[in-house]
């Protein structure tokens, strides 16, 4: 059986999306000033995600490395924390 939420049940889960869209619309729009392209957004996670194609030139940014196995082989990526969000590129 199926629960369907009422207004009252989904008014948090809704804000708390906007709050993320909201985050990550103002990074990206921060980051293409800056030249760097944005590629992707995902807002599922906790942190909003924006999938970039290079990474920021910003003092105080850790870098953490990642590797992911996939069927097509191994994606080394990079990623950080940065105003709110996650930032991942390709190495």
């Known amino acids: 059986m199926t629960r369907q939420?009422?207004?009252?049940?989904?008014?948090?889960?809704?804000?708390?999306?906007n709050e993320r869209l909201a985050l990550a619309t103002q990074l990206a729009r921060r980051l293409t000033g800056e030249g760097i392209t944005v590629l992707a957004v995902e807002l599922?996670?906790?942190l909003p995600t924006l999938t970039i194609n290079r990474?920021?030139?910003r003092p105080g940014i850790?870098?953490?490395e990642m590797v992911i196995?996939?069927?097509?082989?191994?994606r080394e990526?990079?990623?950080a924390r940065y105003q709110g969000c996650l930032l991942?590129?390709?190495?």
Do not use: C, D, S, Y
């Not at 939420?5 to 999306?17: E, F, K, R, S």
């Not at 196995?69 to 191994?74: I, M």
């Not at 991942?88 to 190495?91: G, I, T």
């Open 5 to 17: 939420l009422n207004a009252v049940q989904t008014q948090p889960l809704n804000h708390a999306i």
């Open 44 to 46: 599922g996670r906790r």
């Open 55 to 57: 990474p920021p030139r």
């Open 62 to 64: 850790v870098e953490t």
């Open 69 to 74: 196995n996939t069927p097509a082989g191994r």
């Open 77 to 79: 990526l990079k990623t």
């Open 88 to 91: 991942q590129w390709q190495r």
